[in-house]
């Protein structure tokens, strides 16, 4: 009698077992998928927010500036490409190698300052400048009637997400019988928060005036950039002027950034700027 219902049993079992095999998981899928369309669910994320634009710390957004200016054939100043206004006449090259420092054309995107508020952030810059004693207080403030400003992106082309948004200001071309003393001739300005990277100033100063090294420490200060290290070389002729100090900075993994502090004397033009 027993192995008569075993043998009943067991085509049965297999029956069941074969539908719910087929039919089972179809079935499950639906019963869950009723318990979620359309009813809302929250979920508490970690750092919900972050990727929305990707944050460098000063050191980094420093090197990657350095690396896409060196990679480009910009004139340093009035010195080294002769005239200031010859600028005009001086069509930049394009991008090379894996950096590129190319013009912002769609303007800025409602997270960097606006060409209108540049000269005003460019002012409040210049004046936390001369208070840290990195400027000569004879700096005079810069206006939209005497200089020109361009939007440029400093981008880490293999990895994109490694980019700073920079404005250049510069004494505008139509300048050129204009009082030169006391005038920021050229700057780089972060789009972000208005630091200013980058500068060639005309000074009443004197080489022997300038205390490069208190001038380094300073602005690294300014920057956020932490202490820097001086940048020893033999080579005499790493400038156009026989008046530098060079400092190095961490940059990115195991690069780093040049900052050199320098003068050209006769037209009297200290300079800051950065470099690989």
Not at 104 to 114: A, L, M, V
Not at 178 to 190: E, F, G, T
Request: aromatic letters at 12%; a negative charge.
């Amino acid at each position: 009698m027993k192995n008569k219902v075993y043998y009943l049993a067991a085509p049965l079992l297999a029956a069941i077992a074969m539908f719910i095999s087929i039919w089972g998981p179809e079935a499950l899928a639906e019963y869950k998928d009723q318990g979620i369309l359309d009813n809302p669910h929250t979920e508490s994320v970690e750092n919900a927010g972050e990727g929305y634009r990707y944050q460098m710390n000063s050191n980094e957004k420093l090197y990657i500036l350095s690396c896409c200016l060196s990679s480009q054939a910009f004139p340093e100043s009035e010195t080294s490409a002769m005239t200031h206004e010859a600028d005009a006449e001086v069509d930049y090259q394009e991008p090379e190698g894996s950096y590129a420092f190319v013009v912002n054309r769609r303007g800025p995107s409602g997270r960097e300052i606006t060409d209108e508020q540049i000269y005003a952030t460019c002012n409040e810059e210049l004046k936390l400048l001369k208070e840290k004693g990195i400027l000569p207080l004879q700096v005079r403030d810069v206006d939209a009637s005497s200089y020109d400003v361009m939007l440029y992106s400093a981008i880490d082309v293999l990895e994109p997400r490694n980019n700073v948004a920079v404005w250049k200001m510069s004494l505008s071309n139509s300048q050129k019988n204009a009082d030169k003393a006391n005038r920021l001739m050229d700057a780089y300005i972060d789009a972000d928060d208005g630091k200013i990277y980058e500068f060639y100033v005309r000074t009443p100063l004197l080489w022997e005036d300038i205390d490069a090294d208190a001038l380094a420490a300073d602005w690294a200060a300014y920057m956020g950039l932490g202490e820097p290290s001086s940048f020893e070389s033999d080579n005499p002729l790493l400038e156009t002027t026989p008046y530098f100090r060079k400092y190095v900075f961490p940059g990115m993994g195991s690069g780093q950034t040049v900052v050199t502090v320098g003068f050209y004397e006769g037209i009297n033009e200290l300079f800051l700027k950065v470099s690989r």
